[in-house]
């Protein structure tokens, strides 16, 4: 089936007018006598079909592949920035501190987690939008569609016909406009959760000096960017990839042209 226009991939076909999100499949030059029929040789061309329940393949993808893989790869890597930008530190014209400028590790761990969920977001964009093109995963077809209008606005339902040119610079703008708002929505979601306890983390591994809490170069600072980002990773990925298995799911069943705008 064709999907919304994401202007990372290629249509074979004039690709349709609407714009934003998810991956592109080759389109039919001639129409299927039946949406039935449509659905079927979509699936054949590469979707599988909406699974019912979750299959042991899609429990070890989300949660295992994509969920713990995730908390690996993110926790490595936090723990590479802060080493890179802390082990260096002249602390004593340049101290690290939990509350204080030039080094805040409380700014820190905000900002962790506003840019790791919009990475994370576009990350999970391309490689479940990719797998589920090449057949590598099935669709999630159990969840029923959402009734609030809101939600139905977040995944992508009740769409608005749009004019832009594929590819062109408005199409791009809208493309990551559509994505960004939904990986804040999220960063928003999970920021009490992870900036909050980080914070608690941070006063116990830290020394109050009169002003503020103190920490050396190491390991205090890594340690905490370690656990921080892969909890963070453990915790935002798997609902990321949920959410398009779903959409996808829902794209199949409904037999939509595209999915995944404004």
């Not at 129409?31 to 590469?46: M, N």
């Not at 977040?154 to 990986?183: C, G, K, P, Y």
Request: with cysteine; aromatic share 12%.
């Amino acid at each position: 089936m064709p999907w919304a226009t994401n202007p990372l991939f290629r249509s074979t076909a004039e690709p349709p007018a609407d714009v934003e999100a998810a991956t592109t499949s080759s389109s039919r030059s001639t129409p299927s006598p039946s949406p039935e029929q449509h659905v079927a040789e979509d699936i054949d061309d590469g979707f599988k079909e909406p699974t019912d329940k979750f299959t042991p393949h899609q429990i070890f993808y989300i949660f295992i592949l994509d969920g713990i893989g995730a908390m690996i790869l993110s926790g490595g890597i936090n723990f590479a920035i802060a080493y890179a930008m802390y082990a260096t530190q002249d602390i004593t014209t340049r101290p690290i501190r939990l509350w204080l400028f030039p080094n805040t590790l409380a700014g820190d761990a905000a900002v962790t987690v506003i840019v790791q969920c919009l990475i994370t977001w576009h990350i999970e964009l391309f490689l479940v939008n990719r797998d589920l093109r090449k057949g590598g995963v099935h669709p999630i077809g159990f969840i029923p569609e959402p009734k609030n209008r809101l939600i139905r606005w977040f995944m992508f339902l009740d769409r608005t016909q749009q004019t832009h040119e594929v590819r062109s610079i408005v199409h791009w703008l809208s493309f990551l406009r559509s994505q960004i708002i939904r990986a804040l929505l999220i960063a928003v979601v999970f920021f009490p959760l992870i900036w909050g306890p980080s914070i608690g983390f941070l006063v116990l591994a830290g020394k109050w000096e009169g002003d503020d809490w103190y920490y050396d170069r190491v390991w205090a600072p890594q340690v905490f960017k370690l656990i921080q980002g892969g909890v963070l990773g453990l915790l935002t990925t798997p609902p990321m990839v949920i959410f398009w298995l779903t959409r996808c799911g829902w794209a199949l069943k409904n037999n939509e042209e595209q999915y995944g705008e404004r």
